[in-house]
């Protein structure tokens, strides 16, 4: 790595600690440290979203996605501009009522404090293991700047993440999230224009594109086997949105920071519109690097884009850039380390033991940072196991670990809402029994493979985009099902 590369980095990693060491000053509470003092403006909350959504996942995986297939993937941003709109208008309003700390805070008051700790450790497995493949994602650049193996790459970016994020609190990641946005954003473009210029301009580049067929935005197959349509992408793609922008508790805790409810509607919605522009930029990376023939076969799809960086980018730009990525994925740790601690102080430690002391949370609440810190490089270390031997994009991989439990979070929200006959233990039972499914439809293959149990391997054939949407339509039916076979055993000693 040349020397201003290098020095580019390094500067990186100071301003982003620097910022963590900037915003703990006045910090006297919980709601301080995990809400920002719920008085942070709109716009750096859209944009905080968008990068810690896509951060490093996307930067890494969706040019390969592009390079090996065509620009399909965008019909799942339509759905998330659909889902977030849902949220926008029926989730967030009750979010605002009250002082809530956390996103399952509300089911308390409708199913009781059992459903609400079920659901919020569904929350903490699902983040726990979808965001350790991100610091895996986010390892990979590291180790090609450095030499380094992933694994020490993966010890390298996790301390450095957990200093600032125990420090700071969630202001500093989202401000943190501001700049890293901004950098990788120029270096998406930067990228796009350097290898548009190596593929011999963009007339020859649509061109090629479009003989093979690349530039396909819109599939109408009706297939729950094939990965991108558009009827997948609108429907899993909105219910996945709607999952994770209105029951993660990774993005509602952002939108709580915010000054009020229409603030948090404008960050929101905003965030869906910027995510497909976001996503058609590095899709259209990774075309133009195929056109430029840079995209070989034997090449990982994940590393098509860190090779071009490293590769065909100038001194001091692949610096940045590579910054950028990997400010980018330890942005999305530290919100996770931030989110995970918020969920276990508020939801578990205080729920249970009563203490609301702000101070006192505060202590707690840093400590579960730590705890949670030291966890995610662990589950990154056995995601890199698991995905070594595989050509599996890694963003793919992270969102089908997310669908696991997304389904079930959001069906159990739908039953608040919409199913007035449903109580704590039908929605216990539902998410439970939804989860225990999922597990099985998403690891069908391997376990199909690994554990001989050939009578699964159909189940591994379903697209992911269709996990949420099963997830859900699981929860909701067993609920449903679970309340009216309640009722009917009631009657009885009703009457009598």
């Keep these: 790595m040349a020397p201003l590369d290098l020095a580019v980095l390094i500067g990186y990693f100071a301003l982003t600690i620097g910022i963590g060491f900037w915003v703990t000053r006045g910090q006297r509470s919980a709601g301080d440290y995990f809400l920002g003092a719920r008085d942070l403006p709109a716009w750096s909350i859209l944009l905080s979203i968008v990068a810690t959504e896509t951060s490093a996942l996307t930067v890494i995986s969706v040019p390969g996605v592009g390079a090996r297939g065509d620009l399909t993937f965008l019909q799942l941003t339509f759905g998330y501009l659909v889902g977030r709109l849902v949220v926008a208008w029926w989730l967030l309003p ?113 061109d090629l594109a479009a003989a093979e067929g690349k530039l396909r935005v819109i599939n109408p197959e009706l297939s729950f086997t094939t990965t991108y349509t558009f009827l997948g992408g609108l429907l899993g793609g909105g219910l996945l949105s709607a999952a994770s922008h209105g029951t993660d508790h990774l993005i509602v805790q952002r939108l709580l920071a915010t000054r009020s409810l229409r603030d948090a509607r404008i960050a929101l919605v905003g965030s869906g519109v910027v995510v497909i522009f976001q996503f058609l930029l590095f899709l259209f990376v990774g075309v133009t690097i195929w056109a430029a023939g840079l995209a070989p076969p034997e090449l990982a799809a994940d590393q098509i884009f860190p090779r071009f960086i490293l590769d065909r980018l100038p001194v001091g730009l692949a610096g940045l850039l590579i910054a950028g990525i990997l400010a980018a994925a330890m942005s999305t740790i530290s919100s996770s380390i931030n989110a995970l601690a918020s969920s276990v102080t508020h939801d578990f430690y205080s729920s249970i033991t009563g203490r609301d002391d702000p101070g006192h949370l505060l202590k707690v609440g840093r400590a579960f940072s730590l705890v949670w810190g030291l966890a995610l490089t662990g589950a ?84 992911w985009p269709w996990y949420v949407p099963l997830g859900t339509a699981l929860t909701v039916g067993i609920g449903i099902v679970s309340s009216l076979r309640r009722g009917r055993t009631e009657m009885p000693g009703e009457r009598g």
């Design 94 to 206: 009750g979010y605002f009522a009250g002082k809530q700390e956390t996103a399952y805070a509300r089911l308390e008051s409708r199913f009781g404090p059992g459903t609400r700790r079920l659901l919020s450790a569904c929350f903490l497995v699902t983040r726990f293991m979808g965001d350790g493949v991100r610091i895996f994602a986010g390892a990979i650049p590291l180790a090609l700047v450095t030499g380094w193996s992933i694994p020490a790459a993966i010890l390298a970016m996790g301390s450095i993440t957990l200093v600032y994020t125990y420090l700071g609190g969630l202001k500093a990641v989202v401000w943190a999230d501001v700049i890293q946005l901004a950098v990788y954003l120029s270096g998406g473009i930067a990228a796009l224009w350097i290898a548009t210029d190596l593929a011999g301009g963009l007339p020859r580049v649509l």
């Design 380 to 463: 990154a270390l056995g995601f890199y196991r698991y995905a070594s031997a595989q050509d599996t994009p890694v963003v793919v991989l992270a969102l089908s670990i997310a669908s696991v439990t997304y389904g079930a979070l959001l069906g159990s929200y739908i039953l608040a809402g919409r199913w007035s006959r449903a109580q704590g233990p039908d929605v216990i039972l539902a998410a439970v029994l939804t989860i225990a499914v999922m597990l099985l439809v998403v690891f069908a293959r391997r376990l199909s493979a690994i554990a001989g149990l050939e009578w699964m391997a159909p189940a591994g054939t379903l697209a």
